[in-house]
């Protein structure tokens, strides 16, 4: 069955284009159109949806604060002209967050990231989120993750890239293996060790040791993965890699 969706934007014609390219989408039945966060509220009393595609920037009652009133909130995406909003959303959790003007195939990958994330919380219900520190020795190469098979004991070396998504993460290893651990972005940072990793874009953290290229807007990973980083990251990005390791034409 398809995943419900709400959509919710003050503006009339964003809001219409917005509902047209979810009903090309077959993985999402939209549910209700809503011209601000308090109507969408009411809609959410009325029906179970399990998405939310949100303006933030509304009168009255703002996407982000209309998130934070839903006590058991629907994933949610955030779709707004405004990029300063981007930190605040990861805080509380949304899936993704999209700037204005929305194209479809950069909705498509929201779906398919935010049904991602539906799927894992389903598999993972009624199990608590476990947002402990990660079991680390002092000192050691390896560290463990609580995930849904229990716990399991990963290299440093062998994980190439850490994708949030909302209150999960997911690492992506050498072998090309998939694990979800139960920890947020926010928490996750602190607990690996700097000289490897660095944080790249709100939701993208990298193993440097496996960086094939750095282009003007992209990092292309050893496994063929390509991630855009925020300009914001860009500076530390290239002093922590290119810098220290760059061949020049005077020594």
Excluded: W
Aim: with cysteine; proline share 6%.
């Amino acid at each position: 069955m398809p995943y419900t969706c709400i959509v919710a934007d003050d503006n009339l014609i964003e809001r219409d284009m917005l509902a047209a390219m979810l009903q090309k989408i077959p993985a999402v039945s939209l549910l209700a159109t809503c011209s601000s966060a308090l109507e969408a509220m009411e809609a959410l009393r009325n029906q179970k949806a399990d998405i939310v595609f949100s303006d933030i920037d509304m009168p009255d009652i703002s996407g982000l604060e209309l998130l934070k009133s839903l006590p058991q909130p629907p994933a949610f995406v955030f779709i707004t002209s405004y990029s300063d909003y981007a930190a605040e959303s990861y805080e509380l959790d949304a899936v993704d967050y999209i700037v204005k003007p929305v194209t479809l195939p950069r909705l498509t990958r929201a779906v398919n990231k935010v049904i991602e994330y539906l799927d894992i919380r389903r598999q993972t219900a009624p199990e608590p989120i476990d947002q402990s520190p990660l079991p680390e020795e002092k000192g050691s190469d390896f560290f463990y993750i609580k995930d849904t098979k229990g716990y399991t004991r990963l290299l440093y070396s062998e994980v190439v890239y850490i994708e949030g998504m909302g209150d999960f993460c997911k690492i992506v290893t050498t072998d090309g293996k998939t694990h979800i651990v139960l920890v947020n972005m926010k928490n996750l940072e602190p607990q690996l060790p700097e000289d490897l990793f660095i944080r790249i874009h709100k939701q993208s953290i990298i193993n440097t040791r496996h960086i094939r290229a750095i282009t003007a807007d992209t990092v292309e990973m050893a496994n063929g993965y390509k991630t855009g980083y925020s300009p914001s990251y860009k500076q530390k990005l290239l002093d922590k890699t290119v810098n220290m390791k760059l061949i020049t034409r005077f020594h």
